[in-house]
């Protein structure tokens, strides 16, 4: 039989992307007019008749074999006459038609999760009508959770009895439900709480699953190196302290450094009066709170490439008046042995830096000096990091 005529697995294939989208399981839960469903047919043209006469016959006998009429389930076949001068009359199927959603079911191989998907929407909607709207736009998504279910409906009913309840998820006691059970869901929990829960219990702009529905989150830490004896604290110089605790600290330093790599703020050269924040990445923001740091003299040493500068450029955006160090176009050349590839670029526009910076990380962006040109931050001599600061420390 030719491959380019409909056969009974093709018109499995048909249907199971009908299955796939979820809109056999949308017409389970809410009958419409899917079914009975016509699957045209690639068939054989006439003028292919009597030349193919045989294969054809053939074609015709494996779709019957198979067809509801043989089985008790699945499709019919909807047949067309067709007259041909040699051939006289003949019947030739140009549709399948699948006349159940039972019949779909069976013939995919998909009667129980059929079943468990209306016991599992039947389940939730008992308790939570305003569901009904997200379970038929995801029918699979309820089917997948399957036994997952009565502890998720346990999550939903016991934030919706307790909104915004300023525990940590480790404290709440929902029986039979531990903390993993949450973090791994998360993202699904969202979807759901979104919907039952009211206004007021959700901070929309939060991005963490803690801080959205109320609960305490686990304390951002900030690490900081104190860099010089003088302000060691009963002679710790290395300190790693929840953000909130920082934003109440205000050491006596009237200058403060910002690094990115952990090395670098590890061997950060001795200054007076100052002190090192380092490993936040782009998570620097966290630093907004800590009010202090706008009365001090800050210095922002990055890598020389698009994401250093919108680092810089971020930091700026809540402490305007941050310096970069180390960052500038001689400290690039003078390092081009030492470069390396930046493999994704950031394009985003930088509204706060300097004229110099500005030119040097459209240079980096035009690839001037070659494709994704990048300086790391410890690749950079230390004896230019010592003088630098240096530098600093002089002039006070």
Not at 255 to 272: A, H
Request: net charge neutral.
């Amino acid at each position: 039989m030719s491959i380019k005529w409909s056969d009974p697995p093709w018109i499995r294939e048909q249907l199971r992307r009908k299955w796939d989208s979820g809109r056999i399981l949308r017409s389970l839960l809410m009958p419409d007019d899917l079914f009975p469903l016509r699957i045209p047919l690639k068939k054989p043209q006439s003028s292919e008749v009597n030349e193919n006469f045989a294969e054809i016959s053939r074609w015709i006998k494996s779709l019957k074999n198979q067809s509801k009429q043989e089985t008790g389930f699945g499709y019919e076949l909807v047949e067309k006459e067709m007259v041909h001068r040699q051939s006289g009359r003949n019947l030739l199927p140009t549709h399948a038609l699948i006349p159940t959603i039972r019949d779909a079911l069976r013939l995919l191989r998909k009667e129980r999760e059929g079943d468990r998907f209306l016991e599992l929407a039947r389940l939730i909607q008992a308790e939570w009508p305003v569901l009904q709207e997200w379970i038929v736009k995801h029918p699979h998504k309820v089917l997948a959770a399957g036994a997952d279910w009565s502890g998720i409906l346990a999550v939903l009913s016991w934030f919706f009895s307790h909104p915004r309840c300023g525990l940590y998820l480790r404290q709440l006691d929902i029986p039979g439900i531990d903390t993993k059970f949450i973090e791994q869901r998360k993202g699904f929990l969202t979807e759901l709480l979104n919907i039952i829960l009211p206004d007021e219990a959700i901070d929309n702009s939060a991005s963490s699953f803690e801080l959205r529905y109320g609960l305490q989150s686990k304390p951002v830490q900030v690490r900081l190196r104190f860099l010089n004896r003088q302000q060691y604290l009963q002679g710790i110089s290395d300190l790693t302290i929840p953000v909130e605790q920082l934003a109440e600290f205000n050491p006596p330093v009237s200058k403060v450094f910002i690094t990115e790599n952990e090395i670098n703020g590890l061997c950060f050269p001795d200054v007076k009066e100052a002190l090192v924040i380092f490993g936040l990445g782009y998570g620097v923001e966290v630093l907004k709170s800590v009010t202090w740091l706008k009365e001090k003299a800050i210095y922002y040493w990055g890598d020389i490439d698009t994401h250093g500068f919108a680092i810089l450029d971020q930091v700026r955006s809540f402490l305007p008046q941050a310096q970069s160090l180390l960052m500038d176009e001689r400290i690039l050349m003078s390092h081009q042995h030492l470069w390396v590839r930046e493999e994704k670029p950031s394009f985003t526009q930088l509204n706060r830096l300097t004229a110099d910076e500005h030119r040097l990380v459209s240079s980096l962006q035009n690839n001037t000096w070659g494709q994704g040109v990048r300086l790391e931050q410890e690749r950079v001599s230390f004896q230019e990091v010592k003088e630098a600061v240096d530098r600093l420390d002089h002039n006070g």
